[in-house]
């Protein structure tokens, strides 16, 4: 049988079971009270006066990795646990009311301000420490090809000396996976606690995995369609953007938390092989965070390119606006030469068609070559000056 070690994230877990707390243990707020946190962002008590057996999507009893029977109701499965270093008692709730989680709560010692965080939700990836009780929060991510969004679910995990305690308010990931996996490797189950929180820090950090892909698959799509001049892409450089930065808030602080986890351990005794699964992950979110990180660097230089493109394209459009101006202009001119051109013939054709009995030249021989004369000499002038400003 694997001698479970504990580790020093987990203070005060003792080799052997710790005697149950009765008298002692640390109670959350019951009376009806209301947490001060509760009034941010309470969730919907849809059956506040259902029992918390309800939220419980598993529970059961693993002695030295290996399940065995538990009974239904939580309070008779933690009195159950065998009083032995391998025993180990594991809840999953899902989505549970704040009157559930207070019930479990109050049957596990948790602290009231961990449980103010757990009824409220929607918290930022942590780690905090209370007495022999760790509290983690992380955050799930799925990625939706179809609306090409990130859905986000959130996790908070208590690990106690021989009990671990999960609450999910996301679809993602499915914990039951994680239950599985580690049920097929009783050696690694009979870790206790701290194996199956490494369990879970490494579904949520591989569920990242596709996330990356399906960003990287985006910004692939939009780097396309900016140099195709769709006039679409900044809306959904916009969106991706949003995506990413709510993405970087889930991975960065992760990143704490796991430093945190390694650097204990490896000040701990503990088992080498959790070490080495813990520094695995490490790896593997930090390598998310650069990728996100790069992600949030290359939407931004997609934009400023973008604004650079339109920017172009505008001052394209204006400088044929400005040539087809100029030359319309130019037209305008010739037209205008030319209109002026033929009134010097038609004014002087005008004056001469007067039939006026008393005028000049009516009677003269040479009326009419003057008048011809006049006019070809006024075109001629016209057409010089004109032919001078470069308007003909």
Request: with cysteine.
């Amino acid at each position: 049988m694997p001698q479970r070690r504990t580790l020093a994230w987990l203070p005060g877990l003792r080799a052997a079971q710790q005697v149950r707390r009765t008298t002692d243990r640390r109670r959350p707020a019951t009376d009806g009270a209301p947490a001060p946190e509760l009034s941010l962002d309470p969730r919907r008590e849809t059956h506040p006066s259902r029992p918390v057996e309800d939220s419980v999507i598993d529970a059961a009893v693993y002695v030295d990795g290996h399940r065995r029977t538990a009974p239904d109701d939580l309070g008779e499965l933690h009195r159950s646990t065998p009083d032995d270093p391998g025993a180990l008692a594991w809840i999953g709730l899902l989505k549970p009311s704040s009157t559930q989680l207070l019930a479990a709560a109050d049957e596990f010692g948790l602290h009231e301000l961990a449980v103010e965080d757990a009824i409220v939700a929607h918290q930022r990836p942590k780690l905090e420490r209370y007495d022999d009780t760790l509290f983690v929060v992380l955050k799930a991510a799925r990625y939706v090809d179809a609306d090409e969004t990130v859905e986000f679910g959130e996790i908070h995990v208590f690990t106690g000396p021989n009990f671990v305690l999960t609450v999910r308010h996301g679809d993602a990931p499915d914990l039951s996976t994680v239950r599985r996996r580690l049920e097929g490797d009783p050696r690694l189950l009979a870790l206790g606690p701290e194996a199956v929180l490494y369990a879970i820090l490494d579904a949520v950090v591989d569920g990242y995995a596709p996330v990356v892909a399906g960003l990287q698959n985006d910004i692939d799509e939009i780097e396309t369609q900016v140099f195709d001049g769709d006039p679409k892409v900044s809306r959904r450089i916009y969106e991706l953007s949003r995506e990413v930065i709510e993405f970087q808030r889930a991975t960065h602080p992760l990143l704490g938390v796991l430093r945190s986890l390694t650097g204990d351990v490896e000040r701990a005794d503990s088992h080498d092989e959790l070490r080495r699964h813990l520094r695995d992950v490490h790896d593997h979110a930090t390598t998310v965070a650069e990728r996100v990180d790069g992600f949030r660097q290359m939407l931004q230089d997609i934009l400023a390119v973008n604004a650079t493109l339109v920017t172009q394209a505008q001052n394209e459009e204006m400088r044929h606006l400005t040539e087809a101006s100029y030359q319309q202009g130019e037209v305008t001119k010739k037209i205008s030469a030319w209109a002026a051109i033929l009134f010097a013939p038609t004014l002087v054709a005008g004056v001469y068609g007067m039939n006026f009995t008393h005028m000049p030249e009516t009677h003269w021989a040479f009326g009419y070559p003057f008048a011809i004369s006049l006019m070809v000499i006024g075109c001629l002038v016209l057409y010089a000056a004109f032919k001078r400003r470069n308007w003909m």
